[in-house]
């Protein structure tokens, strides 16, 4: 459908090993973009790799760490963002949860979204490149076996990066 | 990005699973009539709809595996 739609432009996407994140990077590379997948599952990536070709730069890490959203929006400076990655929340009523359990997705998921968002403002990203978060359905909708996680997708979407003047907007 | 729950992932599946078991159905019988839930292929090529051209959704964009609508 958008074949070479995006080709000589760099993708980078977090959570990028399975889920939504690994289904992203084919089809932005299916586009044409040079993809940077980020994620802790070397295994995972390197198969990704293989199964992507060379158009797939595999970084293992942890997207929530603030250095490595510095650095690696420094290197690649990428013209789409795609932060995709988080925790999967343990499925228990409120009073099951502990503290530790229950704001999980905050230290994840939101974290990495300041994050990388705050950098991508900060290099800045040129203004035609475009920032996806995945926030979630449950974030209109409540999911209360979840612990933390609505609200914290719910942050998710509420966060919009700022406009600056005719530039496109990144949006959540 | 807000996807609706889906099986199709590790973490959607484990949401299903839960509620599932929590109104005492089995995961088939709980998806049923709660629409069609995205494939993973679906939200890749919904990314790179958006990437393409993000649109001026301010709410967000809700993907469903019938694809993306503008959340108000």
């Known amino acids: 459908m958008h074949m070479h739609a995006l080709s000589e432009t760099t993708a ?14 084919i089809a932005l590379a299916e586009a044409g973009a040079n993809v940077v997948g980020v994620a802790r599952d070397q295994a995972r990536l ?19 760490d603030p250095t490595i ?11 789409t963002l795609v932060l995709n990655a988080g ?27 300041f994050h990388w968002t705050r950098e991508a403002l900060l290099c800045p990203l040129d203004p035609s490149s475009v920032v ?10 409540g999911s209360p076996l979840s612990g ?17 003047g005719s530039s496109r907007c990144c949006r959540h | 990005m807000l996807p609706t729950l889906t099986p199709a992932t590790d ?8 509620y599932a078991r929590r109104q005492g159905v089995t ?19 919904a990314i790179v709809e958006l990437a393409v051209d993000p649109g001026h959704a301010s709410g967000g964009y809700q993907i469903t595996n019938a694809g993306l609508s503008p959340v108000r």
């Open chain 1, 12 to 25: 980078l996407v977090t959570g990028s090993s399975r889920g939504f994140g690994r289904a992203i990077a």
């Open chain 1, 46 to 64: 390197e198969e990704l790799r293989k199964q992507i070709g060379d158009g797939f730069t595999a970084i293992v890490a942890d997207a929530s």
């Open chain 1, 69 to 79: 959203a510095g650095q690696l929006i420094d290197r690649y400076r990428p013209r």
């Open chain 1, 87 to 113: 925790a999967n929340p343990l499925a228990r009523p409120l009073q099951h949860q502990t503290w530790q359990t229950f704001s999980r997705n905050w230290d994840m998921d939101v974290q990495h979204v």
């Open chain 1, 132 to 141: 996806i978060a995945f926030s979630s359905g449950a974030a209109l909708n």
């Open chain 1, 148 to 164: 933390g996680y609505a609200g914290a997708k719910a942050t998710i979407r509420s966060a919009r990066l700022p406009v600056s």
């Open chain 2, 11 to 18: 973490l959607g599946a484990s949401g299903v699973a839960a």
């Open chain 2, 27 to 45: 995961t088939g019988t709980f998806l049923e009539g709660r629409g069609p839930a995205p494939t993973p292929e679906r939200v890749g090529a």
